[in-house]
């Protein structure tokens, strides 16, 4: 911008712009020295994404009543489990939890708008919410009454929980950025990258052209290119055990660690597993059964089929590679919550004997 910006000449104003630099107008409009500034950006929103899920209502699972429907299923008959292998006990725990759960909260069919997801939502945040939509809804339904004191009161509970979850929500936002601003503060590039993703710079969507198959390809031949590099590697060298020093079994695992590796786990979950995770860390009589599958995976050395199967997602290793390249990802594999739980017991389990 070249032309003044106040009566006496000079730049006195400046616009700043991250992108192209836009067109700046300068009026003249004789209520101050400084001159009006105007120029034009780019507001626009992206278009929402949709998409059409099938889904449980989870908040709506009364944890008493399906404990009750899994208690009357095979689950807590041991007799039932003598004759299957651990495959097969894998399968009884997939089928009874799953019949259960349709008879609580059948799955339902929703169209849903794709967000990211948000640090700040967490377990407190998450109940607030649905507390302050619940009094929402109650204090609607006494407006529409003839109890005016029933309504009044009603919405005076409203509005002191609208003020308290606004207040809530102002904290979460603040401490989740201040604990990341502490946290990035020593990397300058790591803190202006964190930066430009809180204002949706540098965010590359992902390419629709590649597909699976396109995927599997890719590093299936990786790994053959791999093998073929170190076909002619001399043999591995070990250092043999100490005499005497033998591993045979594994120790047999306690109802009582099995219930602490559950209450251990994080609320997260695969989308092979039949429920949420914090719907498994409420249901502590669920630790025989699975202590009965994980000593028998144990004992017989096998992993239940199930175990190895995994969701995997393809992700850009960094920002400013190109979507549209198949080397430009790496994979993830996300397993189900069993086959995490079964992976963090061996550890334990693990004994050595002469």
Excluded at 21 to 36: F, Q, R, Y
Aim: proline share 6%; glycine share 2%; net charge positive.
């Amino acid at each position: 911008m070249t032309t003044s910006t106040h009566d006496r000449g000079g730049l006195l104003d400046v616009v700043a712009a991250r992108d192209d630099a836009p067109t700046v107008e300068v009026i003249k409009i004789c209520l101050s020295d400084h001159h009006l500034l105007r120029w034009a950006a780019s507001l626009a929103k992206p278009c929402p994404i949709y998409s059409t899920m099938t889904s449980c209502t989870w908040r709506q699972l009364d944890v008493d009543a399906f404990q009750a429907s899994l208690s009357a299923s095979t689950l807590y008959r041991p007799d039932a489990w003598s004759v299957l292998d651990v495959d097969g006990l894998v399968q009884l725990y997939n089928d009874e939890m799953t019949a259960a759960l349709d008879r609580l909260i059948p799955i339902r069919t929703m169209r849903c708008r794709r967000r990211p997801s948000d640090p700040r939502f967490d377990d407190e945040f998450r109940t607030a919410k649905r507390h302050f939509r619940r009094l929402e809804r109650t204090a609607s339904a006494a407006q529409r009454t003839d109890d005016t004191d029933a309504a009044a009161t009603a919405t005076a509970l409203w509005t002191a929980q609208r003020r308290s979850y606004r207040d809530l929500l102002r904290r979460k936002r603040e401490s989740v950025w201040m604990a990341k601003v502490d946290a990035e503060r020593s990397s300058s590039h790591q803190l202006c990258s964190s930066v430009d993703a809180l204002l949706g710079r540098g965010r590359v969507t992902l390419s629709q052209d590649i597909g699976v198959t396109a995927f599997h390809r890719f590093f299936e031949a990786k790994v053959a290119g791999v093998r073929a590099s170190t076909a002619d590697a001399p043999p591995l060298s070990f250092t043999p055990a100490p005499t005497g020093c033998e591993f045979r079994v594994f120790r047999p695992i306690t109802t009582t660690v099995v219930i602490l590796a559950v209450k251990a786990l994080p609320n997260k979950q695969c989308s092979s597993d039949p429920f949420p995770t914090r719907v498994l860390t409420n249901i502590d009589t669920l630790a025989p059964f699975l202590t009965e599958l994980f000593n028998r995976s144990l004992s017989a050395g096998a992993i239940p089929t199930a175990f190895k199967a995994a969701y995997v997602t393809p992700l850009l290793k960094k920002s400013d590679l190109d979507p549209a390249d198949v080397q430009s990802y790496r994979l993830i594999a996300n397993l189900s919550v069993l086959s995490k739980l079964l992976e963090r017991l061996v550890a334990p389990a693990a004994s050595r004997s002469s």
